[in-house]
């Protein structure tokens, strides 16, 4: 089965520091999403995008978070100024219509540590 | 608003024993339901999903899961347990009426130990 594959698998920075997290959804799909998970709570939506444009984001999706789909193939996650509540796995996902009775497609995590 | 609850932390189940991963949700109208599975070192994979019709709906791996309106829940299950199950399982729901796919709501999951 295809994969969406996420790089680096972990990730040290300091507080106050640029984080960029990189992705490969699928590559016939259309529509790219961000989770997080904070260790021992909930995986929380934080943005889905579609057609170069972000199409819905949660209330953690703040001015400090951007997403970018710079080429035909990377889907990218950046922290402009990391905190130390930003420290958490984030995974990316992807699926083909974005139908809400789709699965979701999921990158096995990049394990964020700011200290 | 959606909601979801994995009321298990840990389940553990002996090798060839049935096995049952609780999930309740919450949602207005009629929920579309998701069972992932993530093992160390992956990401989440899709197991099974309830979208509308048959209750008892079958997926990946063997497992099964019943849909059931009246208790809101949907139980993930699988009537004899391998080693090889032994992972992190996560519930999800989906509000039908939001077209956003990936604005699903996941439970804390349950960390499933089959043991031999």
């Known amino acids: 089965e295809p994969e969406v594959t996420q790089t680096p698998s972990h990730q040290v920075t300091q507080m106050g520091q640029e984080v960029i997290l990189r992705c490969v959804p699928i590559?016939?799909?259309?529509?790219f999403y961000w989770y997080r998970q904070i260790l021992g709570q909930k995986v929380e939506f934080l943005v889905s995008?579609?057609?170069?444009?972000?199409?819905?984001k949660s209330e953690i999706f703040d001015d400090q978070f951007s997403v970018e789909r710079p080429d035909g193939s990377n889907f990218t996650l950046k922290i402009r100024s990391t905190k130390l509540e930003d420290s958490a796995m984030y995974f990316c996902?992807?699926?083909?219509?974005?139908?809400?009775?789709?699965?979701?497609?999921f990158g096995s995590g990049t394990q964020l540590s700011v200290l | 608003a959606q909601s979801v609850a994995q009321p298990e932390d840990q389940v553990n189940v002996a090798e060839g024993n049935p096995l049952t991963v609780k999930c309740t949700y919450s949602v207005s109208g009629n929920p579309y339901l998701f069972w992932y599975v993530q093992y160390p070192n992956r990401g989440l994979q899709f197991l099974l999903k309830y979208i509308t019709g048959d209750n008892l709906v079958k997926g990946s791996y063997g497992f099964e899961a019943e849909f059931n309106k009246s208790q809101t829940s949907f139980h993930l299950k699988k009537p004899s347990a391998l080693v090889s199950d032994s992972a992190l399982y996560f519930c999800?729901?989906?509000?039908?009426?939001?077209?956003?796919?990936?604005?699903?709501?996941f439970g804390d999951g349950t960390t499933l130990t089959v043991k031999p």
């Open positions: 590559s016939n799909h259309l529509y």
């Open positions: 996902a992807s699926s083909y219509t974005g139908q809400s009775n789709e699965k979701l497609f």
């Open positions: 999800a729901v989906r509000d039908p009426y939001n077209t956003n796919a990936g604005k699903s709501t």
């Open positions: 995008f579609y057609n170069n444009e972000i199409s819905e």
